[in-house]
């Protein structure tokens, strides 16, 4: 297995294009009007190959996470380096446990993990800027797409912990939505001054 060696950048000292983009650190509302502080901090993460064998659990790479379609901006989809927060290692953590608890592989769907700021899904924002949500639709061969499916993994994420948010069921919905809260990370080596 390959090893977690992705550089941390500081968003605060990207291009002014990917700040305009990212808006790292900067206030912004979530649904309820609440006000957070986007992520800092990122990795930046070279190639899609790269994503792909960089483990973040012993289950779960970081593709898994950051697999974004075109409503994602463009400088950001279609651009290397990609960054993601660093929070993304903790939400994995959780997926490991998950699918431990489950007994089954746990799938997140495109644009389920990490989206940006920018990303047209993201108006207000939601945990998934901050890379500490995940959307699953399916676990092992099921499908999450009925009450009974989704209340089942539901209790199964909740029992994970306090700190697990798990959105409740509602008709019509074809994944579990679980997240962290606005969990942001400053590796040891940055500098928040
Ligand atoms: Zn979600």
Redesign the pocket.
């Known amino acids: 297995m390959s090893s977690f060696d992705l550089e941390v950048v500081d968003g605060l000292k990207l291009s002014e294009e990917h700040r305009a983009l990212l808006r790292p650190g900067e206030p912004v509302e979530d649904e309820n009007g609440k006000g957070h502080h986007l992520p800092r901090f990122f990795y930046a993460v070279p190639s899609w190959p790269k994503a792909h064998e960089t483990p973040l659990t012993p289950h779960f790479k970081l593709a898994e996470l950051m697999t974004v379609d075109c409503r994602e901006a463009d400088v950001l989809l279609n651009q290397f380096p990609h960054y993601v927060p660093c929070a993304v290692l903790l939400i994995a953590r959780y997926l490991e446990d998950l699918r431990r608890e489950a007994d089954s592989v746990v799938f997140v769907g495109a644009n389920?993990g990490y989206r940006s700021a920018a990303h047209q899904r993201n108006e207000p924002k939601?945990?998934?800027c901050w890379a500490t949500?995940?959307?699953i639709y399916r676990v092992g061969t099921g499908y999450l797409n009925d009450e009974k499916s989704i209340t089942k993994y539901s209790e199964m994420a909740e029992a994970l912990g306090p700190q697990v948010f798990v959105?409740p069921y509602t008709n019509g919905d074809d994944?579990l939505?679980?997240?962290l809260g606005y969990v942001t990370v400053t590796p040891r080596d940055c500098s928040e001054a």
């Open positions: 389920g939601s945990p998934h949500a995940a959307d959105r994944h939505h679980i997240d």
